[in-house]
């Protein structure tokens, strides 16, 4: 079939329906019609697109080598914008007399571009920021500069990490300590005592109400954070016994990480507005509720209670904690507080996206070889191609019975194989076994994606048959959640969509471990376990677009195989430039040196090693000079370049 031709018969639709882009993109990416991934980098400018195909051209031009980072930072923007105002909006419909007054969780994206786009946009807003670690609490010092935004402090803490907070108080930041056990508040108040700075406390309560999802065991007794009611109670009158229960402002509670049911949000609003309300009736003027965490996104664009998606809007997150928070404190009669919220996936997770290039196809068959008559041939292979002859061309396929011939040539091709190990057939007899066997299978294969049942036994060949589609990436330096929590990740192609995919593919790295691999995508609204993608053309490079990276996946990534960090390239949208874009800052990736070092490595001495290596071999005439010091340059700039393939033209 000509490529005009299969270009007729696909449509743009169909390419929207088989990859999802616009359900899980979040209005931030679609298929244009040209066929290519376009984003959209503030949803109030719809008519600024970013081209992907001028973008990856551009990163060409550039010389920059892939597999590559893109942050497109005006989507970074946009989602602060968007929390904020939504937040504002609901809170003013619904007369509630708090504020909004968030925070970013830096844990999420700790880089510090995405720290530094985040304040500043969020500081219209008086954005805050959220630390869990004493590098965290160092940075946020830095960075939060705003005197009337938050610093909101998590995680099991010292005395040096209760110091800085302290210090954050000397400078005049709103610097909550949020108590996770009862000794940090003891240790608390003795510092704040011996250094004369008054502290602003939080409380954080371990929830009765459970969340769902993969992270439902941050709420519930056996919650790893967080105090009992007991123990609320306990530390508040506390603070009061030591003169310090005015110091007590917030009360936190976190049920756990994407959470893709409301039901879920609900209940927990409900029972930390209660907390709240019986707090500032023991006579606690708290000023703070903070909801954690948990706003969702819809990774795999259901809009279901799916692990990997979510069942509500952004909007009707907000309204529920709004009217949850004033229903309740209206009904004890006690002051609305000012609302607090964690959102850090929501906030970063789109705006970055990794680009990796195919670099080969391993197919299941692997080579075909000659099947031709022989003499003296064993009846197995005999059998094989008997059963082979014995398949129609095409009009006839009804006539024969599939399932039996699948079944037959399973049975065969496992008594080849021991037969070859029994030394009774040659291995030439093996290979021409498998060959036919792999062209028998593809033609089972065509019969029943033509049938509208599919017995259970066949249903699994689309996986057994597909292709692997080797990618030049790591999965556990740039997806690593897909591999250690079957976190999906959605896939597609970033050009040449409006031309029919024909091969199902799964995507395998560049690392030596079986476990670097991606199986789970998103195709037609469902979770499948290939993709479809297009043929591969020697002539053209295929770039694939790992999506919604943004959150978790570039601080967790490993150094397996000394794969280091990818290439960066951020981006703007420009209204005057012809593409919409122009490329801010490239952040060089990993030297081959840099992840060296990091193991202890000395590359320097490594190098002068393998120069005297080769001076030796030159001195016994085995290298010729010229020849060696070529060889010495080679080595040294190996050290110095790039951990990932190099596939330039």
């Known amino acids: 079939m000509s490529e005009d031709i299969k270009q007729n018969s696909w449509s743009i639709e169909d390419a929207e329906r088989t990859y999802g882009v616009s359900s899980w993109g979040g209005g931030y990416f679609k298929i244009g019609e040209n066929g290519n991934v376009h984003v959209i980098p503030d949803n109030s400018h719809q008519d600024m697109t970013i081209d992907f195909d001028a973008l990856l051209k551009e990163i060409k031009q ?40 968030g925070v970013y969780p830096i844990k999420v994206n700790q880089m510090r571009e995405v720290v530094e786009e985040i304040v500043d946009a969020g500081a219209p807003y008086d954005f805050g920021l959220e630390a869990g670690s004493k590098p965290e609490l160092l940075t946020v010092l830095a960075y939060n500069t705003n005197p009337n935004s938050l610093t909101i402090l998590n995680g099991y803490k010292d005395e040096e990490f209760i110091k800085l907070a302290l210090l954050g108080r000397k400078l005049g930041r709103k610097v909550v300590v949020v108590i996770e056990k009862f000794s940090e508040l003891t240790m608390l108040v003795r510092l704040s005592k011996e250094l004369d700075i008054e502290p602003i406390v939080g409380i954080r309560s371990k929830m009765q109400s459970k969340g769902m999802g993969r992270w439902q065991g941050s709420s519930g007794e056996r919650a790893k954070f967080g105090l009992t009611i007991s123990e609320v109670i306990k530390s508040a009158r506390y603070l009061e016994s030591e003169g310090l229960g005015h110091t007590l402002k917030l009360l936190h509670f976190h049920i756990g990480s994407q959470l893709p049911e409301i039901r879920a949000i609900k209940d927990a609003v409900n029972e930390a507005a209660r907390i709240y309300a019986e707090l500032h009736k023991l006579g606690f003027n708290m000023e703070y509720v903070d909801v954690g965490g948990g706003l969702g996104i819809d990774y795999d664009g259901s809009q279901s209670a799916n692990d990997s998606s ?41 705006h970055s996206c990794v680009v990796t290039e195919v670099v080969g196809e391993i197919k299941p068959e692997g080579a075909e070889i000659d099947t031709s008559e022989t003499t003296s041939e064993h009846i197995l ?74 017995p259970e036994d066949m249903q699994g060949l689309d996986y057994s048959l597909s292709s692997q589609y080797l990618c030049n990436f790591s999965v556990f330096q740039s997806a690593v959640d897909s591999w250690a929590i079957d976190q999906l990740l959605p896939v597609a192609p970033l050009t040449k969509l409006n031309i029919e995919p024909v091969k199902n593919c799964s995507l395998v790295d560049i690392t030596c471990d079986s476990d670097g691999k991606i199986d789970r995508f998103v195709v037609d609204h469902t979770i499948a376990s290939v993709l479809p993608l297009p043929d591969l053309n020697p002539s053209e490079k295929c770039y694939l677009g790992i999506f919604l990276t943004g959150a978790y996946q570039d601080v967790m990534g490993d ?29 060089k990736g990993s030297t081959v040196e840099q992840v060296l070092t990091i193991m202890q490595y000395h590359p320097s001495a490594m190098a002068l090693d393998v120069k005297r290596s080769i001076d030796k071999q030159v001195a016994n005439g085995a290298i010729k000079p010229r020849e060696g010091v070529r060889w010495t340059d080679f080595y040294e700039d190996c050290l110095g370049g790039y951990t990932y393939l190099r596939t330039d033209d």
């Open 559 to 587: 150094m397996h195989n000394l794969f280091g960090r990818l290439n960066e390239v951020h981006v703007f949208s420009h209204d005057d430039d012809p593409e919409d874009f122009y490329i801010e800052e490239i952040l």
């Open 62 to 101: 550039e010389k920059i080598q892939f597999p590559v980072v893109i942050r497109f930072h005006d989507v970074l923007r946009s989602q602060v914008v968007s929390l904020n105002e939504t937040f504002n909006e609901v809170i003013e419909e619904a007369s509630y007399r708090g504020e909004y007054n």
């Open 310 to 350: 979510r069942n509500y809007s952004l909007r009707e997150y907000v309204a529920d904690v709004v009217y949850g928070l004033r229903e309740m404190c209206d009904l004890e009669g006690v002051p609305h507080p000012n609302i607090v919220s964690e959102s850090g996936r929501a906030i970063t997770a789109h």
């Open 381 to 454: 292979l005999k059998n094989m191609r008997e059963l082979y002859n014995s398949l129609p061309v095409n009009s006839l396929f009804d006539s024969l019975n599939f399932q039996e011939v699948y079944n037959d040539a399973v049975q065969w091709k496992e008594q080849a194989s021991q037969a070859f190990k029994l030394r009774v057939i040659s291995i030439e007899e093996f290979g021409k076994i498998e060959t036919l066997y792999w062209q028998i299978t593809r033609q089972v294969q065509a019969y029943y994606k033509k049938q509208e049942f599919v």
